[in-house]
C-alpha cells in the first residue's frame, strides 16, 4: 500500500484563504502567521505545478484549480478533526493500524520503528487521544483509534482524488480506481468492462482486489477501496453503504457431466448427495438453503465448504458431488460438456450490483466506470 499522506497544513491553509477570501483572516483561523499562510500556499502550488488563487480587490479568488480540491480537502480536515496534526503522523498511525505493530508497519514502510512510534505518541497528544494500548506483548487499537483510523483512510482517500482531479485539470495523466470483486463479478461482467475502460482512459490505473464480502466491506468502508461489485446484501450490516441492484443472476445447480440426477434431478434425491458450497454467511448458500426448506426437507450437511470456484470445478468434474453456482462462472466447462447446469426445483434469483460508500463522491474516472458497469450489466447480464 501507498502509504504517503499530502500535507495537511498546506490543506488546511488553502480551505482557510478560499473559505475567508483573506490571507489575513485565514492566517488569523488557523492560528498561522500572515508568512507562515502565505508560504504554505505556495508550497502547495509548487507541489501542484499551478496557480491555486488570484488577488482580485475584493480579496482571493480561487483559480479552477483550487476549486476541484477545496470541497475534498475540507472534508479530509474534517474526518480528520485538526489541522495541527501532520501528515507524518497520520502516514505512521495508519502504518501501525494496519500492520498491527510497529515491527510490521517498519517493514511496509521502511520507517524506523522508534520513528513511528514517536510519530503516533506525538499524534496521541495532539489528537487529547489514547489511540493504541499494550495487551500483552501485543498492541491494539482503543475503541477511539478505530474510529480514527477509518477517518483517517477516508480523509486520505478523498485528498488522493482531489489531487488527480486537479492532474487531470492539468491534462496529465493521472488518476486510479480500486475495484473490490467478489466472485461472480470476476467471470464475465468486470472483465468485460475492463476492457472498455482501458481503451477510454489508458492514462488511468485499475487495480482489482479478490476477496468476499467480509473481506473487502472493511476496505470499502475505510477508503481502500472504491466500489464493491458482487451479490447484493440484505439485512443489517449494511446501513452506511449504498446498495444499487444492476442486474439478476439465477444460479443453477451443478454437477458432472454423466451424474445420477444430471438429466433427471428428482427434489427427493438431492439431500442424498454430498454438497461443496461457499461459506454459510453467504446469499448462495441461504438461496441454497432456502430451496431445501421450501421443498420440506431437512438440507444435507455441507461435506467441503469452499468459495473458489475453481476448486468447486474440480471437485466437481472428479466427483459426484454437487454444488449451486451461477453459470456464468462455469462458463467454459458447461460449454465443453464437462459440467451441467440443472434449473433447481425452487427458482432462485439473486441480485448483483454495486456497492459504495455513504457519501462518496467519485472522480471522472471512477464515475465513467461506474456508467460502464451499469450499462454492461444491465444489457448483456439482465
Known sequence: MDWSFPNIRH?????????????????????????????????????????????????????????????????????IGSWRVTSTQLRAFLAVAGAGGYAGA???????????HRAVSDLTVALGQRLIEKRGRTIALTPAGLRRARAFGLARAELRSGLDEV????????????????????????????????????????????????????ALRDGEIDMLLGAVRDGPGVEDLVQEAVFDDRPRLVCRTGHPLAKCCDPQELAKYDWVMPGPDTPL?????????????????????????????????????????????????????????????????????????????????????????R???RLDLS
Request: with cysteine; aromatic share 4%; charged share 20%.
Open 11 to 79: 490543506m488546511a491553509a488553502l480551505v482557510a484563504t478560499a473559505r475567508s477570501g483573506s490571507v489575513t483572516r485565514a492566517a488569523r483561523q488557523i492560528n498561522l502567521t500572515q508568512p507562515a499562510l502565505t508560504q504554505a500556499i505556495a508550497g502547495l502550488e509548487r507541489e501542484l505545478d499551478c496557480t491555486l488563487f488570484e488577488r482580485a480587490p475584493d480579496g482571493m479568488k480561487p483559480t479552477e484549480p483550487a476549486l476541484l480540491l477545496i470541497a475534498r480537502a475540507e472534508t479530509a480536515l474534517a474526518l
Open 167 to 218: 492532474a487531470r485539470w492539468q491534462g496529465k495523466a493521472a488518476g486510479s480506481v480500486t475495484i473490490g470483486a467478489m466472485p461472480l463479478s470476476r467471470s464475465r461482467w468486470l472483465p468485460q468492462v475492463l476492457l472498455i475502460f482501458a481503451r477510454a482512459y489508458p492514462d488511468v490505473g485499475v487495480r482489482v482486489v479478490e476477496g468476499s464480502h467480509s473481506d473487502l466491506s472493511p
Open 285 to 373: 448458500r441461504h438461496y441454497w438453503q432456502d430451496m431445501f426448506a421450501a421443498l420440506g426437507l431437512d438440507a444435507p450437511e455441507v461435506k467441503i465448504t469452499c468459495g473458489s470456484i475453481l476448486t468447486i470445478r474440480e471437485l466437481l468434474i472428479a466427483s459426484d458431488m454437487m454444488s449451486m453456482a451461477s453459470p456464468a462462472q462455469l462458463r467454459v466447462e458447461l460449454q465443453a460438456g464437462l459440467l451441467v447446469a440443472i434449473e433447481p426445483p425452487v427458482p432462485v434469483m439473486r441480485r448483483i450490483g454495486i456497492t459504495t460508500r455513504i457519501g462518496w463522491r467519485p472522480t471522472e474516472p471512477q464515475a465513467a466506470m461506474l456508467d460502464l458497469l
Open 106 to 116: 517498519a517493514e511496509e514502510t521502511g520507517l524506523a520503528a522508534a520513528s513511528l
Open 375 to 377: 450499462e454492461k450489466g
